[in-house]
């Protein structure tokens, strides 16, 4: 048969008539009409002028159509292309006479070759097809489900089976035999879950000789959690999941929180949720499901495409990918003109825009994250065609109403959606609401602790003050029967305030200012190495007199790898002292609140300081006196400024890359002597010491109003909420009382609220300490705070049913649109959804498609040779229910799947067998060497994540935590939980992941594995299988060199080692002289086995 | 994978890319419609002048006044409004036209327009007597080897430029390959254990394009740019191991890799990505040897170090960069991107204070860069070497806040040197008061096209099937300036 498909043939040859048109055309010499002249038709004519769109009625894609003509006559005059039409038609002088119509004209030379041929009796092979009506194009047509055919091949398990049995029938192909049960084992774990078995889960499947053993193994994996989050991905690759890239606000291409949208996709294929379904909730949730929160995270496919700075290409990206994803056409292909290949014209491609126009997506509060998800906001938006695909240049004369492509039948009823209030006032929903009240309620706990912190920080200021008054000179002291801190490094009665080792980077307790902060086994790493100072920052101030421990290594960096310890820390303001690799010393530094550093003289000390040795890092401070110690050793005795404000301590880095083991800070014991002498004259003691306490003070009595505010707005939001419930009709109740009730607490609230305020401005006012600037700002604060706060006692007085509303309100009806589109999608009659979804199913479980262009099912996709297949499977899948798991278990438990990916069948066959199979094999591969009627499985590379999430699973170490926001990109080595929950945007992806051709987010309908050094040293090298070597190596069994080996092919592998694998092996391990040293490295070089990134 | 009929790795020196960007491409359907078509060969199309590129980009935007191109009408006017001097305002030329793409409410769009001076001075340097800023003493030395161009303009006005500098295209367009990803898409290896196309100093941020500034984008993964940090400890993503192990231990277990993975091919003689993955590992084993041995300066004299200032000071952490790359391309790498001052708008985003910020950042580049023009040149690289200084626009010629200059896309400077360039020579111009270019304008893609026309690549047979390219992508080699 002679498709349009067939057309790009055409285009190809065309490359070739170019060269020969570099010639002369000699009038003697017969001009090939295949050769020569249906390339420059095919090329400039076909789109106008075939099957497709018969423009005049002419048609130009066979030759006797060609001489048969149009409306306007014959086309050409045999013999005489002088009176030929259409020789008239591609000369004539005015343009628009001349065709075609768009583009340069013909050149003289293709025209001169059009008037040979003619002139010499258009002559044309008499067998020439003439192409069919593209509206007959098999994708377009209604699935029936054909009959299974007849097949008795010894390998047949399954209808499939027969499909393909025919073929090979149909080919003389000869299947391979099955594949060892091991190595299926292993293919079927990486394809459902995306890990592979255990040496235990080996074991315990190769002792099941049950027939049924295998199915088990099946239906096990199916149910298990990591199935979702396998098929999770190959989704998101075809869905195009993706972070939001941009920074700060300026987010583009996606939107923040749209990571419920991938714990949707996982939640709903371990739930067996039908495809209808999900395809229906990603476009229309907010129409299907209005108000139910869980559903409305799969709009995140609408709000993924979502662009800020321009409209069009946000609606341009859902109506290409939807119809890619769902459909298999290139409507993108229509957005400027007709469709080139397609029967489909540029006003349906706007027609199926116009189901979108009216829509816009919104992030409703679930109290301090958000559900992004979509609404229809612009109800009567209209869609205009945009002349020549130019948004500049749209045709307003005629508004497209929403309809979808003729050729695919597409009558559809759209009827508008009453929204219940609790979709379009979501505050009302009792989801909302509770996370609501967490958000609250994380504040009541913030504020606990500043009680609790502020109360210890009184103590401690009045410690301080009362030592004063009892000893007033010790400071400067020099009392020898006094414990040195040297030799106190260990023992210390004070309770710390800060004592943290590290196994985690607790937010509560710390704030981040930039670097890249991770855990790693036991310590913090701090990685990012550049002359930038990256701090962690504690959130509890420390006692004026204090004591501070860190250890630590500085592991690198560019010049002056530096770390240090800081104290007062307030904004920039810090006191510090750092050690330096890079300058061989330790300083004292003093930070003033512009960031400028003073690095005092007296304050310094030369030593040498290593990488990646453990230091411990002490320094203590009375009053002004501080003691900067070394591993125990009094290296430095400084007299800090008379102004020491209170605040924070840091840890932090400059131009180093460092780990921490360990922090403790304490207050500085009363009978610790410190070393050297406060030099300044002014005695800051005393004074200072009782303002340090009325600052304590003051603060303590904050925490307690910010107590106070937060409860009472817990009180004000659920008054409100039980009143608007009411209100809404959602719950009964008194509404009148209700309402009052309402008003009055969210009144109370806003007292509390200024209360709080106001006493944080008279502190700022008191520390102001003379400063005009500081001093003017608090004063302004404090008057305006002071005002509110005595409106809001005022209002307190009268009674009245005035509240605020618990958030916003939207549009209280939705066209329906979409909901109409995703039932059309999903109906029985469309002839390419379940074909489309198939087709995706069957590429990841054979690394290849029944229909080779996985995005485009149109004519530019001719009719597969597994078609009966590909259509017997859809119309399956639909009357399944469409349920993906049951579609799943069909072709995982066929014999097709089973077959063995080599003739070798692991080694095991004799020589004879492997002569004779090797025979088959190249005749087969001689026959069909793509494998394209399988006659053997595909040997395939695992994808970026299968490869490290199967290193940390065999190493035991993978994290299985589900859902939540990502994880930052770079924390991929660190972080040990599956690879699907890490951030991925087109500018931060995991390195890890990118060298293994991780999904691109712009489009990802197929993966494209490649074959790289990078991805040797990834494995090599990366702290992931280091780490996961060691475990694994320790954990399994090996009383000798051979049992060890055996047991680390069947858990690496899933195999056992052939002999001479085994020799080679247990000799490495003999000539190491460390034996679990080698074992160790054994099992990275297994991690780093080619059959270990392979899937046979 | 899907087993690749026609040929499989015949030599490793084009590397695995174009034979799996082949499979994917037949596997896409491409390569069935397009038979003609075939992966670039790593030959390039015609005589090459140059073998390899150092790519030096001050992030932030370099004020082409302070710096190569000077105009005594900002001292003259300097503290007026333009329309209250004689000049025309640049506003009303056509040349603003569609050239300006602002972010709304983005601070960085206003045009300033009181004119602020000159905040250094200028002397004719060298042979040429080209006029070139006080803040480049040792730079001048280089100028008579130096093309200078004045007449570059781009249509970003924020520092995404950074990303359309190296791409070619707004940011808004998306994402698209890099000029040395093009580069290593095109041309083969001289080096067999090193990546051809690296990239040091401080990256660019996540806001201008971070990652995509070195990307290959469509044309795959291993045509990205290779980070490398010139800290000999790990100079590569995970180059060095996790663990510490000895050269023999490693050797060792190296060498049990590759004959298991021989024994495992010779079990599947048939499957082609595993004699592929044994290439690769060798290679990365020669990598693993060959970068830490390439960022180890201590093998160089102190001649060399007092040359680019690696011997201390502001200049050593630039200058440290610069002589890397000098290792790099005399060791065969084709490509070696350079960035000074990325990170967040980058370093030289001078909106207040032009004048420190420009002095600082030249006292930390001007000695390295112009001692790798003189080391390239003593040593016999130049000729083959082309070193190209940019930035991704240049700053107002008026003042913003009360020592500061804004974003500038309209008129900007870049020069080039070696691998075939004209020593010596400015070309293109400014309007008088640096605002507009003028002669010769030049958009980025001139700069793309004048390195790929030196190397011997012609863009448009690089064209990769299903991926239209715009005529401005190709950009016009300025062949003004070429020797």
Known sequence: ?1096 | MSTNRRTFLSDLGTGFASVALASMLQRDGFAAENDSWSPPDGKPHFAPKAKSVIWLFMAGGVSQTETFDPKPALNKYGGKTIAETPLPNPLESPLIKNRIELVKGDANGKIYDKLYPMQVGYEPRGQSGIEVSDWWPHLSECIDDMAVIRSMWTTASNHDAQLQFHTGRNRFDGFFPTIGSWVHYGLGSLNDSLPQFIVMGNKIGDCCGGKATEGADYLGPQHDGVTMSVDPRNPLPFAIPATASSAEERARSQELLLRLNGLAAEQYPDDPSLTARIKSYELAFRMQTAVPEVVDLKGETSATHQLYGTDGGATQSFGRLCLTARRLVERGVRFVQIYHGGGGAGAWDAHSNVKGNHSGNCAKVDKPIAGLLKDLKQRGLLDETLVVWGSEFGRTPGLQGSNGRGHHNFGFSVWMAGGGIKGGIVHGATDEIGFHAVENRHYVTDIHATVMHQLGLDPRQLEVPGRKRLEVDYGKPISEILA
């Not at chain 1, 005015?94 to 002139?119: C, F, H, V, Y």
């Not at chain 1, 790493?525 to 930038?532: A, K, L, M, N, S």
């Not at chain 1, 939207?810 to 059309?824: D, F, I, M, N």
């Open chain 1, 1 to 1096: 048969m002679h498709t349009s498909g067939d057309i790009m043939k055409w285009v190809g040859i065309l490359a070739s008539v170019f060269v020969l048109l570099a010639g002369f055309i000699r009038a003697d010499e017969p001009v090939d009409y295949n050769k020569q002249i249906k390339p420059i038709l095919a090329a400039r004519c076909f789109s106008c002028h075939s099957a497709l769109r018969q423009e005049g009625g002419l048609r130009l894609d066979a030759a006797s159509l060609l001489k048969k003509g149009g409306d306007s006559g014959q086309a050409i005059t045999d013999g005489k292309s002088a009176q030929s039409l259409l020789i008239e038609k591609v000369t004539a002088e005015d343009p628009d006479e001349r065709m075609p119509p768009e583009g340069e004209p013909l050149t003289s030379e293709q025209i001169a070759l059009l008037r040979t041929w003619i002139d010499q009796g258009a002559s044309a092979p008499d067998d020439e097809p003439i192409p069919a009506d593209p509206r007959k194009h098999w994708a377009f047509q209604q699935l029936v489900q054909p009959s299974v055919p007849i097949a008795t091949a010894k390998w047949v398990r399954n209808d499939v089976d027969r499909f393909i049995a025919s073929q090979h029938k149909r080919h003389g192909l000869k299947a391979v035999d099955e594949a060892p049960r091991s190595l299926l084992l292993r293919r079927v774990y990486l394809d459902l879950i995306g890990l592979p078995p255990t040496r235990d889960e080996l074991r315990a499947f190769l002792e099941d000789t049950s027939p049924k053993a295998f199915e088990r193994a099946v239906d096990r994996l199916l149910d298990s959690p990591r199935y979702g989050e396998r098929w999770a991905r190959h989704w998101m690759d075809v869905w195009r999941y993706s972070d939001p890239s941009g920074y700060g606000k300026e987010i583009r291409d996606s939107r923040e929180h749209i990571w419920r949208w991938r714990d949707w996709i996982v939640e709903s294929l371990n739930a067996d949720k039908g495809y209808d379904r999900m395809i229906v909730e990603m476009l229309a949730a907010d129409e299907a499901s209005p108000d139910d929160v869980d559903d409305l995270r799969a709009t995140g496919f609408l709000a993924r495409n979502w662009y800020k700075f321009n409209r069009n290409v946000w609606l341009d990206n859902i109506v290409e990918h939807s119809s890619k994803a769902f459909l298999g056409l290139t409507l993108n292909c229509a957005r400027c003109h007709e469709h080139k290949y397609d029967p489909i014209a540029q006003h349906e491609y706007f027609q199926m825009r116009a189901f979108f126009e009216t829509h816009d997506v919104r992030d409703d509060s679930l109290g301090s994250s958000h559900l992004v998800r979509a609404f229809d906001n612009k109800p009567t938006t209209p869609t205009y065609l945009f002349i020549q695909g130019d948004e500049r240049n749209p045709d307003k004369k005629r508004a497209l109403s929403p309809l979808v492509p003729e050729v695919l039948g597409g009558e559809l009823k759209i009827e508008p959606i009453e929204l219940p209030a609790t979709a379009y006032y979501p505050a009302l929903q009792p989801k909302m609401h509770e996370a609501a009240l967490r958000t609250i309620d994380d504040e009541i706990k913030k504020a606990h602790e500043a009680i609790e912190q502020t109360s210890k920080a009184v103590e401690a200021a009045n410690r301080s003050l009362a030592n004063s008054k009892s000893n007033p000179t010790r400071q400067r002291g020099n009392d020898s029967k006094k414990p040195s801190l040297a030799r106190r490094v260990t023992e210390s009665k004070e309770k710390p305030v800060i004592a943290d080792d590290f196994s985690k980077l607790d937010p509560i307790r710390w704030t981040i200012e930039g670097g890249n902060w991770t855990v790693a086994d036991g310590w913090l790493i701090q990685d990012h190495g550049d002359t930038t100072q990256y701090r962690l920052i504690s959130k509890a101030e420390h006692p004026r007199d204090f004591r501070a421990t860190l250890s630590l290594q500085i592991t690198g960096g560019e010049v002056y790898r530096s770390v240090g310890l800081g104290f007062d820390v307030e904004g920039k303001t810090m006191n510090a002292v750092y050690l330096s690799a890079g300058g061989s010393k330790v300083q004292i530094t003093l930070q003033d609140a512009g960031g400028k550093w003073a690095y005092p003289q007296t304050g310094a000390k030369s030593i040498p300081i290593k990488l990646n040795q453990d230091y411990v890092l002490q320094v203590a401070v009375r009053d002004r006196l501080m003691n900067v110690l070394i591993d125990n050793k009094l290296l430095v005795a400084f007299a800090l400024p008379a102004n020491r404000k209170p605040g924070k301590i840091s840890v932090w880095t400059f131009s180093a890359t460092a780990k921490f083991d360990s922090i403790q800070v304490e207050p500085l014991a009363a009978d610790v002597q410190l070393a050297g002498k406060a030099t300044s004259s002014a005695p800051a003691t005393k004074q200072d010491l009782q303002a340090a306490v009325e600052v304590a003070k003051a603060k303590a009595k904050i925490a307690e109003l910010q107590l106070a505010a937060a409860q009472a707005g817990r009180e004000s939001l659920t008054a409100r909420y039980k009143t608007e419930r009411v209100k809404y009709g959602l719950d009964t109740g008194d509404a009148e009382q209700l309402a009052l009730a309402a008003s009055r607490e969210e009144r109370v609230a806003a007292v509390k609220q200024f209360e709080e305020l106001v006493a944080r401005d008279r502190l700022q006012l008191s520390q102001a300490s003379g400063d005009p600037k500081k001093t003017t700002a608090a004063n302004k604060n404090l008057a305006a705070h002071e005002k509110q706060l005595a409106d809001a006692q005022a209002k307190l007085k009268a009674d009245s049913t005035a509240y605020t509303k618990l958030g916003p309100m939207h549009p209280k009806t939705s066209t329906g649109r979409r909901l109409a589109l995703a039932r059309w999608i999903t109906g029985r009659q469309n002839p390419l959804a379940a074909r489309v979804a198939v087709n995706h199913i069957w590429l990841r479980h054979f690394d290849q498609p029944l229909v080779e262009r996985m995005f485009d099912f149109g004519l530019r996709s001719p009719r597969p040779d597994h078609t009966e297949l590909l259509d017997w499977l859809a119309v399956r899948f639909m009357e399944e229910d469409w349920s993906m798991k049951k579609l799943h278990k069909l072709i995982v438990t066929s014999g097709v799947y089973r077959l063995s990916s080599s003739y070798k069948h692991d080694g095991q066959a004799s020589e004879q067998d492997d002569s004779k199979h090797s025979l088959a094999h190249r005749a087969c591969m001689k026959i069909d060497p793509d494998n394209h009627f399988l006659w053997r499985m595909n040997v395939r590379r695992a994808e970026a994540e299968a490869v490290r999430d199967s290193m940390l699973h065999l190493g035991g170490s993978l994290d299985v935590t589900m859902s939540g926001p990502p994880i930052t990109h770079n924390q991929g080595q660190t972080v040990l939980r599956r690879s699907i929950y890490f951030r991925q945007d087109k500018e931060r992806q995991m390195i890890f992941l990118s060298l293994f051709d991780g999904a691109k987010v712009n489009e990802c309908y197929r993966r494209k594995p490649t074959v790289a050094p990078q991805q040797a040293l990834a494995m090599y090298n990366s702290r992931i299988a280091a780490t996961q070597s060691q475990k694994l190596a320790a954990a399994l069994p090996g009383k000798s060199n051979e049992e060890f080996v055996t047991a680390l092919f069947e858990h690496v592998l899933c195999r056992e080692p052939t002999t001479s694998e085994l020799k080679e092996c247990v000799a490495f391990l003999s000539e190491h002289q460390d034996a679990s040293r080698a074992r160790q490295q054994l099992t990275l070089v297994l991690f780093n086995h080619n059959d270990f990134v392979t899937v046979r």
